[in-house]
T-cell receptor, first 110, second 114 residues
Framework: KQEVTQIPAALSVPEGENLVLNCSFTDSAIYNLQWFRQDPGKGLTSLLL?????REQTSGRLNASLDKSSGRSTLYIAASQPGDSATYLC?????????FGAGTTVTVRA | DTGVSQDPRHKITKRGQNVTFRCDPI?????LYWYRQTLGQGPEFLTYFQNEAQLEKSRLLSDRFSAERPKGSFSTLEIQRTEQGDSAMYLC????????????FGPGTRLTVT
């Protein structure tokens, strides 16, 4: 059974600092990995998807890396803003269904 | 493209009552998924449809839960004889089923069982 772990569980940083969020998974036989953002009481917004054959993906201030062999992914958010405050979830796809971590809750202080 | 929609957004019910939720996927997406999320946890997979066929059900989906996707369009998730442990956010997602299987999520239905 796939186990996904996200560390740290919570993070508080001053505005402008770069954010580094970690995700690890136990079974490297994955199809892809997705990073999501979730605001309190809301659904999930897809941020980035990295296919198993890729090593990284970038979108604006966001960059995600994938090391499938070691079962790790990292999400970098550059120059954080208060609007980045949310919970960030990592999910791995193994044959159509997603297995999620518990998320990292980020607070960016103005 | 209006995205995945779910109805209702919130539902409060008494223990023992039946509830039904609806999900409308992105048009032309042939895969539809249901997940459940409890406070402080990531979503957990419940079930998956390809067109109208339900291809997998998680062990989390007890006999009190049933899901349908008639005609391969919208889907319903019914919970019979609700229990307090059913209180959670129920999330629906869809994907095209072609190429990269990126899943797009709806806003969720928050269920509270009193």
């Amino acid at each position: 059974k796939q186990e996904v772990t996200q560390i740290p569980a919570a993070l508080s940083v001053p505005e402008g600092e770069n954010l580094v969020l970690n995700c690890s998974f136990t079974d490297s036989a994955i199809y892809n990995l997705q990073w999501f953002r979730q605001d309190p009481g809301k659904g999930l917004t897809s941020l980035l998807l990295i296919q198993s054959s890729q090593r990284e993906q970038t979108s604006g201030r966001l960059n995600a890396s994938l090391d499938k062999s070691s079962g790790r992914s990292t999400l970098y958010i550059a120059a954080s803003q208060p609007g980045d405050s949310a919970t960030y979830l990592c999910a791995v796809e193994d044959d159509y269904k997603l297995s999620f971590g518990a998320g990292t809750t980020v607070t960016v202080r103005a | 493209d209006t995205g995945v929609s779910q109805d209702p957004r919130h539902k409060i019910t008494k223990r023992g009552q039946n509830v039904t939720f609806r999900c409308d996927p992105i048009s032309e997406h042939n895969r539809l998924y249901w997940y459940r999320q409890t406070l402080g946890q990531g979503p957990e997979f419940l079930t998956y449809f390809q067109n109208e066929a339900q291809l997998e059900k998680s062990r989390l989906l007890s006999d009190r839960f049933s899901a349908e996707r008639p005609k391969g369009s919208f889907s319903t998730l019914e919970i019979q004889r609700t229990e307090q442990g059913d209180s959670a956010m129920y999330l629906c997602a869809s994907s095209s089923g072609q190429g990269v299987n990126e899943q797009y999520f709806g806003p969720g239905t928050r269920l509270t069982v009193t």
